[in-house]
């Protein structure tokens, strides 16, 4: 069974980075889109970014852009999203999901989820 694996999350101090890792079971990778949605407490599921199949096509909310790099490697069957200039608002619990098509942001469209990583930004 396909299983999603997150790692790299922790406590990080405003304008520091991070890099998030999300490592699949998968060996035909290549062929699935790649997204990172994160959850505050009290808020909303948002789409972070994602990553598509084949071209490599990305995707990048706005509050993101600019500071977030998503990018994949196929051969290691992971996907990373390299966070820099963290903010406060920054902090949630980020999670990386599967999905058997195109890229989209929308989270009811992906069909595996990992566990997810805590990201915290504070000083």
């Known amino acids: 069974q396909l299983q999603l694996v997150e790692s790299g999350g922790g406590l990080v101090q405003p304008g520091g980075s991070l890099r998030l890792s999300c490592a699949a079971s998968e060996f035909t990778f290549d062929y699935y889109a790649i997204g990172w949605f994160r959850q505050a407490p009290g808020k909303e599921r948002e789409g972070v970014s994602c990553?598509?199949?084949?071209?490599?096509?990305?995707y990048y909310a706005d509050s993101v852009k600019g500071r977030f790099t998503i990018s994949r490697d196929n051969a290691k069957n992971t996907v990373y999203l390299h966070m820099n200039s963290l903010k406060p608002e920054d902090t949630a619990g980020y999670y990386c999901?599967?999905?058997?098509?195109?890229?989209?942001?929308?989270?009811?469209?992906?069909?595996?989820w990992g566990q997810g990583t805590q990201v915290t930004v504070s000083s």
């Open positions: 999901a599967l999905r058997d098509g195109s890229l989209t942001r929308n989270a009811l469209e992906y069909h595996y």
């Open positions: 990553i598509g199949s084949s071209d490599g096509s990305t």
